[in-house]
């Protein structure tokens, strides 16, 4: 299964709204992941099977759809949201995928 | 506090061999499936290899199939990646990642290392 994310790149103001999809090469049901990475960090899971929020994070961060095409919708975009997303489909395993991911830059 | 800590990396030759581990802190760790996922430099996020909680099922990217060898010493709370005979493409920076369900060997990833740099270069 292929996942395909875009924008590859990203840059909006602190306050804003942006919307990153992710497309999948077959139908993968709700088993998409979102994980962000900060630049010389670790990934941290977002949100589960394409729309639950892990505990911890902020409640500006939304992800929904299903099928081939999911979205992670960030509100009210903050400095600290600066980092690189990856969608990841749990569907279809071995292998699991990721998306070629998505670089946020805050202005 | 949950932590995984990566070590081993370093620059390896082709054709030679190096042994990752992942120690594993502040959870039952014989309770829970570990992947190793790696980046190479400016690339996105690869999976490479998953292993039951118990060492008993192994699966691989057909990638690294038949050259890494995943598992674990659950007396001993680590997680461990032997690569034999790797080749320049393998150069990246290694995660272990833990998968966040009980027992289960595929689910999200609700714990990462910080990972550890392998650089393969004659």
């Known amino acids: 299964i292929q996942l395909t994310q875009s924008p590859s790149f990203l840059s909006a103001s602190v306050g804003d709204r942006v919307t990153i999809t992710c497309r999948a090469s077959?139908?993968?049901?709700?088993?998409l992941a979102w994980y962000q990475q900060i630049p010389g960090k670790a990934p941290t899971l977002l949100i589960s099977?394409?729309?639950t929020l892990q505990t911890g994070v902020p409640s500006r961060f939304s992800g929904s759809g299903s099928g081939r095409d999911f979205t992670l919708t960030i509100n009210s975009l903050q400095p600290e949201d600066s980092a690189t997303y990856y969608c990841?489909?749990?569907?279809?395993?071995?292998?699991?995928?990721f998306g070629q991911g998505t670089r946020l830059e805050i202005k | 506090q949950l932590h995984l800590v990566e070590s081993g990396g370093g620059v390896v030759q082709p054709g030679g061999s190096l042994r990752l581990s992942c120690a594993a802190s502040?959870?039952?760790?014989?309770?829970?499936?570990m992947h190793w996922v790696r980046q190479a430099p400016g690339k996105g996020l690869e999976w490479l290899a998953a292993?039951?909680?118990?060492?008993?099922?192994?699966y691989y990217a057909d990638s690294v199939k038949d050259r890494f060898t995943i598992s674990r010493d659950n007396s001993k709370n680590t997680l461990y990646l032997q690569m034999i005979s790797p080749r320049l493409e393998d150069t990246a920076l290694y995660f272990c990642?833990?998968?966040?369900?009980?027992?289960?060997?595929?689910?999200?990833?609700?714990?990462w290392g910080r990972g550890t740099r392998v650089s393969v270069s004659s």
């Open positions: 292993l039951s909680y118990d060492g008993n099922y192994a």
């Open positions: 502040g959870f039952t760790f014989s309770d829970y499936a």
């Open positions: 077959q139908g993968i049901a709700s088993d």
């Open positions: 990642a833990r998968v966040g369900r009980y027992q289960l060997l595929y689910w999200y990833y609700d714990l």
């Open positions: 099977a394409a729309s």
């Open positions: 990841q489909q749990l569907h279809y395993y071995p292998p699991i995928t």
